[in-house]
T-cell receptor, first 113, second 115 residues
Framework: KAGVTQTPRYLIKTRGQQVTLSCSPI?????VSWYQQTPGQGLQFLFE???????NKGNFPGRFSGRQFSNSRSEMNVSTLELGDSALYLC????????????FGSGTRLTVV | GNSVTQMEGPVTLSEEAFLTINCTYT??????LFWYVQYPGEGLQLLLK?????DKGSNKGFEATYRKETTSFHLEKGSVQVSDSAVYFC??????????????FGKGTLLTVNP
């Protein structure tokens, strides 16, 4: 069974640009969540999508957005990049129902210069 | 709000030593509790979980018991191996409306096991 796939693994962008990250969840999983991991702030929840609808949202500015497609794949977009957006972005999938755990991808390492 | 506090690292042990990583939480209600592990250059892997008070989660020799009275979920292993070297995260989430809500993580504890 394939795991959670995130692409690309590494990205270098310039301040002011925008970026799109992709996440393919485990087959059959309908929930995709996104987290930002930085040395200073640790792991912070960005948002969760379930069946193409945003179900939960963290405390991030509107520059951070996402969407989910009918095949449950999700994309996350960050516009007008700032240096502080440099982080590891992790995607997690779950069935979206029940009290099960989440399966994480390997992440996308974004560096903003 | 909800929060998770875990012991500051780094923790350095010799192989076969006993491991304890403390984790306490603050939450309104009764969350599900998790331990995740992150190896260098990788994402998070679910290590174990407990969904109600007095539940014990266990996996790969690791154990943690959900203690409602002390709001704790300490991770233990009787004999660590070099391959256990990683960062360990304690986390909580709530189950409501048919699903778990977002995970709230602790800051993580770096464990290094020397041969």
């Amino acid at each position: 069974k394939a795991g959670v796939t995130q692409t690309p693994r590494y990205l270098i962008k310039t301040r002011g640009q925008q970026v799109t990250l992709s996440c393919s969840p485990i087959s059959g999983h309908r929930s995709v969540s996104w987290y930002q991991q930085t040395p200073g702030q640790g792991l912070q929840f960005l948002f969760e999508y379930f069946s193409e609808t945003q179900r939960n949202k963290g405390n991030f500015p509107g520059r951070f957005s996402g969407r989910q497609f009918s095949n449950s794949r999700s994309e996350m977009n960050v516009s007008t990049l700032e240096l502080g957006d440099s982080a590891l972005y992790l995607c997690a999938s779950s069935s979206g129902q029940g009290a099960g755990g989440y399966t994480f991808g390997s992440g996308t390492r974004l560096t903003v210069v | 709000g909800n929060s998770v506090t875990q012991m500051e690292g780094p923790v350095t042990l010799s192989e076969e030593a006993f491991l304890t990583i403390n984790c306490t939480y603050t939450a309104t209600g009764y969350p599900s509790l998790f331990w995740y592990v992150q190896y260098p250059g990788e994402g998070l892997q679910l290590l174990l979980k407990a969904t109600k008070a007095d539940d014990k989660g266990s996996n790969k020799g690791f154990e943690a018991t959900y203690r409602k009275e002390t709001t704790s979920f300490h991770l233990e292993k009787g004999s660590v191996q070099v391959s256990d070297s990683a960062v360990y995260f304690c986390a909580l989430s709530f189950y409501s409306g048919g699903s778990n809500y977002k995970l709230t993580f602790g800051k993580g504890t770096l464990l290094t096991v020397n041969p």
